[in-house]
């Protein structure tokens, strides 16, 4: 009787010296949609593009929808295929907003629809977004003469390829069409700039001044984060490809975007050890050893959000 009374204590002064884990709140008062970069999906075979993310937000309470845009097209195009998927996710769920996040081509794709619908949009958080070009686009561009046969050869193939992309993921490209060129214009520098000139809200006065609004004059929070590391993981399959495209460049990038390029609005970090795909917990959720799960930077942005009251 003494020992079983000896224990009970024993484990009443653990409990009350050890809280209780209390699981991240995630509930944000509008719902987030999640939107894919170049040559992305919603899903492929079973994958998530944005692997492990949705079903974590959605574990901790928030209302998750994932889009499905053109794998390959201009931002402006992609825009208004998403601007028609929020209308939707608006009439499905009743909400009077939404809270964007994108990927990659997906940064300048949630900017189109912020700056042209900003009565829809709560909030427009770029992950690793395209906003002020990347070099490898740069680079393919110059290999490629406009209007030129080859131009015309390696977009018929590429167009293909994300068509197969489509079906795979149980999209139809006759209702999403694909344009690479269009794609690959809008991701240089020169098409950046001139997107930025037209829908301006959220950059930074300069590149790399990291000086954008957070609220900006529509009312939209603005927000962005990104990788600025090639080589990750020993066992990431996608970091030689990173250490290859990253040639491209002379400053801190993913592999595909540099780091400067990537700020928008707030910036949470611009620095991750993350390469362009860790970033949206690719490949298959395997990144670098001593860094943050990229899945929680996700979920520490919902909490931001709902902090915000968004």
């Known amino acids: 009787m003494k020992k079983a009374l000896y224990f009970a204590c024993l484990a009443w002064l653990f409990n009350a010296a050890v809280p209780a884990y209390a699981a991240p709140d995630t509930s944000t008062k509008y719902p ?12 492929a075979l079973g994958v998530d593009y944005f692997y492990k993310v949705p079903n974590k937000l959605t574990r901790y309470g928030a209302k998750v929808y994932t889009a ?9 195009v ?18 009077e907003k939404v809270n964007l996040i994108g990927h990659s081509h997906g940064g300048p794709t949630i900017r189109y629809v912020a700056s042209v619908a900003p009565e829809l949009v709560a909030s427009a958080t770029s992950v690793a977004g395209v906003n002020q070009g990347s070099k490898v686009a740069d680079l393919v561009r110059k290999s490629l003469d406009e209007d030129s046969p080859q131009e015309g050869v390696a977009g018929t193939v590429v167009n293909a390829f994300a068509n197969v992309i489509e079906l795979v993921s149980g999209s139809d490209p006759r209702e999403l069409p694909t344009d690479s060129v269009a794609a690959m214009d809008s991701l240089t520098t020169e098409g950046a700039a001139k997107f930025n000139a037209r829908y301006p809200e959220g950059m930074p006065s300069g590149y790399c001044t990291n000086d954008g609004d957070m609220l900006a004059e529509n009312g939209v929070y603005y927000f962005s984060w990104s990788g600025g590391k090639t080589l990750t993981n020993p066992l990431d399959v996608s970091d030689p490809l990173m250490v290859l495209t990253g040639l491209a460049f002379d400053e801190p990038n993913d592999g595909l975007v540099s780091s400067c390029s990537s700020q928008l609005g707030y910036v949470i970090n611009d620095r991750y050890r993350m390469n362009h795909l860790d970033e949206v917990n690719q490949v298959f959720g395997i990144h670098h050893w001593f ?20």
Do not use: C, M, W
């Open 291 to 310: 860094e943050t799960d990229p899945v929680q930077v996700f979920v520490k942005q919902a909490q931001r959000l709902k902090s915000l009251g968004l």
């Open 68 to 76: 499905t845009v053109s794998p390959a097209n201009s931002s402006e």
């Open 78 to 95: 992609r825009g208004e295929q998403l601007l028609a998927y929020v209308q939707e996710v608006l009439a499905h769920s009743g909400a």
């Open 32 to 43: 987030i949609v999640l939107v894919h970069g170049l040559f992305g999906f919603d899903d």
